[in-house]
């Protein structure tokens, strides 16, 4: 079953990979406005998981830098997902607001309807 799951996960990755949407040609001043915002955002995810993938892919179509943190490699940010988000799954956009408190987003649909509300 695990190897199904990984030879699944590599298929999903090449995939990716060979169609990967375009990153839109942003002036360098629009996109280090973007990157002010972005600065505060970062994605819990796993480089196979198709739910992480179409948000990564949404990400990049918007022409965003967020860092990704990877949750089923990395102890630590697994632990932080868990602990301050409230439940180990993927994706969670981390977003840091202005008034200092963290917003933990869970689902792939809201966390991209979300990105292009704000960014597109
Ligand atoms: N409805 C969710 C589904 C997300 C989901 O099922 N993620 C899986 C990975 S593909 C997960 O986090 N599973 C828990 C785990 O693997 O620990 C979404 O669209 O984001």
Redesign the pocket.
Known sequence: MSTIRWLLGRIILFFDWLTQPKKPAHSPEHQAELDVHTRHMSLYQ?AA????VK?RRAIRRLGLNIELRDA?NDPSFRHELVQEGGK????CLRIENEDGSITWM????D?IDYLQERFS
Do not use: L
């Not at 180990?88 to 994706?91: E, S």
């Open positions: 796993y998981c198709p739910f992480c948000t089923k180990q799954q993927v994706p869970y689902e792939s649909s966390i």
